[in-house]
């Protein structure tokens, strides 16, 4: 996913996260990221340590695994925040004809993994 800071790359350490909130069909993810988690910051944007909120609305559905989980399930990643094209999760899941078009996204985070359906995501730079 091409974000306002950038593509982000996949190191375990690179998003620390400080907090969550949800609130009805959106939630958001309160970051810090670090280092070189970036691997196309925009013109102007250094690489380093920042906060970020990454937001999704019109949330279907919202899973959290324990990182090293996921690892041993085998799942793999280029990157630490990601949409899922051609999602199972999504073909399994009978979502309602009146919502928009929902994707799948998912974010690494240092310790947890988030598989989140949502009709969009907002980033901003705290």
């Known amino acids: 996913v091409n974000t306002i800071v950038g593509v982000f790359d996949y190191f375990r350490d690179s998003i620390i996260l400080h907090r969550m909130e949800k609130h009805g069909s959106n939630i958001t993810f309160y970051i810090n ?3 070189r988690a970036l691997t196309l910051p925009p013109e102007g944007m250094q690489r380093g340590s920042f906060e970020l909120s990454i937001s999704f609305s019109g949330v279907v559905s919202f899973f959290n695994a324990e ?10 990643s280029i990157s630490n925040f990601e949409e899922i094209i051609e999602s199972d999760y999504i073909k399994q899941l009978p979502i309602r004809k009146d919502w928009a078009e929902v ?3 998912r974010l690494w985070t240092y310790d947890d993994v988030f598989d989140i359906l949502a009709t969009e995501y907002s980033v901003e730079v705290l």
């Open 103 to 105: 994707k799948h996204y």
């Open 67 to 76: 990182y090293d989980t996921y690892e041993v399930l085998g799942m793999k």
């Open 33 to 35: 990221v670090r280092g």
